[in-house]
């Protein structure tokens, strides 16, 4: 079965490359001009030099280019076969659900890393110097949070993107509303939803050589992997056809 | 007539065999607690070395009960099975050749590619995997389209491509839900002559169907499905050339439908 599934990874590879790697490099590109262009940088910060500044760039790059490469690695994962019926003829082979969409996950968060480091290359040559495997720290952080929750969304529902979007929100905006010392409505707000809090200024630290907290760190890692399980449940126990 | 018999009763069954529906009801329910009895009751074996048919008016079940035996809805009650096991254990471990009346293949892929990709998946040895491709496109005359996109193919040519897809892993269990659907005259003929290829002792072929015509030459046996119950099921040698006649008794309405 892995063998099989091993041989097709590379067709899987293919398929990112076409339907997501491209898109990701374009959006990935904009950023860059953008960036490049002063509309996403270090406004209103007070930075005594250009390399600190380069560095707040790309922070804030960062935290724009994470969710979309994640939004765009794992929309319609598992919903787009659904959708389209493509699980028909694929699932009547020797194969199992869980195992080929467990590897088009893999799959995805290599491709993504690695659109990444083509992204940081550009960068590097048009912004100046960052520190590369703290920028790539932070995009696995975001992909295995944010696209293990985004896997679950996807063996859910077809609307995937939409409620990826909507817990995205729903994270920052309850968080702000009920903070979690507050009261026991904020602390169980703050133990189910995401802790995307916990990555906000996560690439500043990581960028200007800091370590994200060991606690930090196991909850990010921890929900994004349990969401991931749980998305591995959804598809070994829902039927396909509805 | 004693070989037209109505419903199917596995006390006569002396094979196990190899599909196995056995009092499959499949139910809907809306959100708004309206349900719909897609299939009742159903019962059927297919043994190996059979053909078997299964035919019916739209909304009759049939494709709730494909789905339920690939595993891919599951059954209110009942149970399906194939070579004795749970559809999915069964098609996770040899797989199924099926080609389903909706050939939804990624409009992007060129078909020999597509040929490629569904070979791998069904575990098509690497140093086996060119000739077993060419060997299905020459079959289902696709040599000309090979290098086309799944998007440029016309209905029939998709559906040669479904069906190339389901021969390619060499099952011992093939499902064709409406397999000669869209393909011009002489390609329905060819597909007659591949079924009468496709034969073989340890082969179960479930055929699903609306052309009674295609059914009557090509299947052993037709269970006639009305209303989400196997209304008839007709051995065709003995029933040849009246299928029509059985179909028409078998769903003309629900007081004369026959019922398990």
């Known amino acids: 079965m892995s063998g099989r599934l091993g041989r097709y990874a590379a067709y899987q590879c293919r398929d990112y490359v076409r339907e997501r790697g491209i898109p990701l490099l374009l959006v990935g590109a904009l950023l860059l001009l953008m960036a490049e262009r002063g509309a996403i940088g270090a406004g209103g910060v007070d930075l005594s030099g250009s390399g600190l500044r380069t560095l707040a760039t790309a922070a804030i790059f960062l935290e724009l280019f994470a969710p979309t490469a994640v939004l765009i690695g794992v929309n319609g994962i598992v919903s787009g076969d659904r959708k389209h019926s493509y699980y028909r003829l694929l699932f009547a082979k020797p194969v199992s659900p869980v195992r080929y969409y467990a590897h088009a996950w893999l799959v995805s968060l290599a491709g993504t890393l690695l659109a990444t480091l083509l992204v940081l290359a550009g960068f590097i040559a048009f912004l100046g110097s960052i520190p590369v495997a703290a920028s790539l720290q932070f995009v696995l952080l975001y992909f295995v949070l944010f696209g293990g929750v985004g896997f679950l969304l996807s063996a859910i529902t077809e609307y995937d993107w939409v409620a990826l979007g909507v817990v995205w929100s729903l994270a920052w905006l309850l968080r702000s509303w009920l903070p979690a010392g507050e009261s026991w409505l904020g602390r169980m707000v703050d133990a189910i939803l995401p802790p995307l809090h916990l990555l906000a200024g996560a690439s500043a630290t990581l960028l200007s050589g800091g370590r994200i907290d060991t606690h930090a760190w196991l909850w990010i890692v921890g929900y994004g992997i349990a969401a991931f399980l749980a998305g591995i449940l959804v598809i070994r126990n829902r039927p396909m056809a509805s | ?260």
């Open chain 2, 1 to 260: 007539m004693d070989r037209v018999r109505v419903g199917f009763d596995f006390r006569f069954c002396r094979t196990r065999g190899v599909i196995e529906f056995r009092e499959v009801t499949r139910i809907y329910r809306s959100p708004l607690g309206r349900t719909v009895r897609a299939v009742e009751g159903f019962s059927l074996a297919v043994n190996r070395g059979d053909v078997v048919g299964l035919a019916g008016p739209n909304g009759a079940g049939k494709s709730t009960l494909i789905n339920i035996l690939l595993g891919y809805l599951k059954p209110t009650s009942g149970s399906a099975t194939i070579g004795g096991l749970q559809p999915r254990e069964y098609i996770e471990r040899d797989g199924v050749g099926y080609l389903s009346e909706l050939v939804a293949i990624n409009p992007a892929w060129r078909v020999r590619d597509a040929l490629r990709r569904f070979a791998i998946l069904a575990g098509v040895a690497e140093s086996d995997l060119s000739a077993r491709v060419s060997d299905v496109v020459a079959r289902l005359g696709l040599a000309e389209h090979e290098r086309k996109s799944v998007r440029q193919l016309s209905k029939g040519t998709l559906q040669r491509l479904g069906l190339a897809q389901a021969l390619l892993g060499d099952s011992d269990v093939l499902v064709l839900d409406e397999p000669a659907h869209g393909l011009d005259p002489s390609w329905t003929l060819r597909f007659r002559d591949l079924v009468g290829e496709l034969r073989r002792p340890g082969r179960a072929i479930l055929l699903v169907s609306h052309d009674l015509h295609e059914l009557e030459r090509t299947v052993d046996r037709v269970a006639i499905m009305h209303r989400g119950r196997l209304a008839r099921l007709v051995e065709m040698d003995a029933a040849r050339p009246s299928l029509e006649r059985h179909y028409r008794e078998a769903t003309a309405g629900p007081e004369e439908s026959g019922t398990p």
